[in-house]
């Protein structure tokens, strides 16, 4: 029985992105199902007009988070077979982007990896607390360890 024909995994390259890795790739094998990955750079200027320089000078580290995330992108797809159409990566809020392309490519599955802790986490915010309040297909978080 084929409960999905589309997943994608939101990579986030973390310690424990091996652990989800694993589990998209299973859930996609046993689902006959298309597997797409996905990784979104947060936009982080380093100064602010609101607030002032946090630094002496203004510094945009997007495009050099951006070059290095395609390349951690590439390798994750070759790991995983999975084709470059299918590769995606976006600037923006990891929780707004992630599910506007599982609308957009007509994903019934996201999976990403949940620590489910306090602190700094609480402050930014839970990308996958994001999703799964906010997209329209299935979400699977899976739990993550601390060490």
Same mark, same amino acid.
């Given at each position: ?56 000078? &203004? /510094? !945009? *580290? ?13 390798? =994750? @797809?070759?790991?995983? +077979? ?23 490519? &007509? /994903? !019934? *599955? ?13 402050? =930014? @915010?839970?990308?996958? +607390? ?18």
């Amino acid at each position: 029985m084929q409960l999905y024909q589309h997943i994608l995994l939101a990579a986030d390259f973390s310690e424990h992105g091996k652990t989800v890795s694993a589990k998209a790739k299973q859930l996609a094998e046993q689902n006959q199902a298309r597997l797409s990955l996905i990784h979104v750079v947060d936009y982080l200027p380093i100064t602010d007009v609101t607030y002032g320089p946090i630094i002496p000078f &203004d /510094v !945009d *580290l997007t495009e050099e988070l951006v070059a290095i995330a395609e390349q951690r992108l590439a390798d =994750l @797809g070759q790991e995983l +077979d999975v084709d470059k159409e299918r590769q995606w990566l976006e600037v923006g809020s990891p929780k707004l982007e992630i599910v506007r392309m599982a609308e957009e490519n &007509d /994903v !019934d *599955l996201i999976v990403l990896g949940s620590h489910g802790r306090g602190g700094l986490a609480v402050l =930014l @915010g839970s990308t996958a +607390d994001g999703v799964l309040h906010h997209a329209k297909c299935d979400v699977l978080a899976v739990r993550l360890k601390d060490d």
